[in-house]
């Protein structure tokens, strides 16, 4: 079946360092793929996706790359901000009827320290 | 600016209450979900619905029931709560085609069942 796995964290990191949060995923087919963000007390809100191999994601200075071929589509920034502390969720809408339930992984915490 | 609401942030119901949760959108979007959300569980989807009227379960529907009598409103109704349905409820929105169908969050509302 479809699955999505991604380190659970939590993640503390100084500020202006570089972020990679690892997601791997299990489907069929072309899935589209996305990161959303959840920050203290909200709803999540969608960060970035990619609809086909190889594209490449991109919001707020975070990026992820659609790779088919080690099913990944791992979250890096270059240099993170106090503010970009929240909960990051890797997801899968499977291809399908657009009702097809999406994925989400089980959530990465982030704190980004001063 | 797309919007999906929820009636309440915060809510404290007594054990074996009837409870409405609450979920506008002004997108146009045919489907509506509702998740909740649990530490160390991350999104659960508890029902579905692709058009006005139609429902569909998600993965863990019992105690809960649905209603859409309008495509912008889903409802979501605990028929007569108990602590274990202490959480946080997220509502959201897709459309019906589309080529990612990535999904529009409300901000939750965080219900405590004493």
């Known amino acids: 079946g479809n699955s999505v796995t991604q380190m659970e964290g939590p993640v503390t990191l100084s500020e202006e360092a570089f972020l990679t949060i690892n997601c791997t995923y299990t489907a069929t087919g072309y899935p589209s793929l996305f990161w959303y963000v959840q920050y203290p007390g909200e709803g999540l809100q969608l960060l970035l996706k990619a609809t086909k191999a190889d594209d490449k994601g991109s919001n707020k200075g975070f990026e992820a790359t659609y790779r088919k071929e080690t099913t990944s589509f791992h979250l890096e920034k270059g240099s993170v901000q106090v503010s970009d502390s929240a909960v990051y969720f890797c997801?899968?809408?499977?291809?399908?009827?657009?009702?097809?339930?999406?994925?989400f992984g089980p959530g990465t915490s982030l704190s980004v320290i001063p | 600016d797309v919007k999906v609401t929820q009636s309440s942030r915060y809510l404290v119901k007594r054990t074996g209450e009837k409870v409405f949760l609450e979920c506008v959108q002004d997108m146009d979007h045919e489907n509506m979900f509702w998740y909740r959300q649990d530490p160390g569980l991350g999104l659960r989807l508890i029902y579905f619905s692709y058009d006005v009227k139609m429902k569909e379960k998600g993965d863990i529907p019992e105690g809960y029931s649905v209603s859409r009598e309008k495509k912008e409103r889903f409802s979501l109704i605990l028929e007569s709560a108990s602590t274990n349905q202490t959480s946080m409820y997220l509502c959201?929105?897709?459309?019906?085609?589309?080529?990612?169908?990535?999904?529009?969050f409300g901000p939750g509302t965080r219900l405590t069942v004493t």
């Open positions: 997801a899968l809408s499977p291809l399908g009827t657009s009702y097809d339930k999406v994925i």
């Open positions: 959201a929105s897709s459309l019906l085609d589309s080529n990612s169908y990535e999904q529009y």
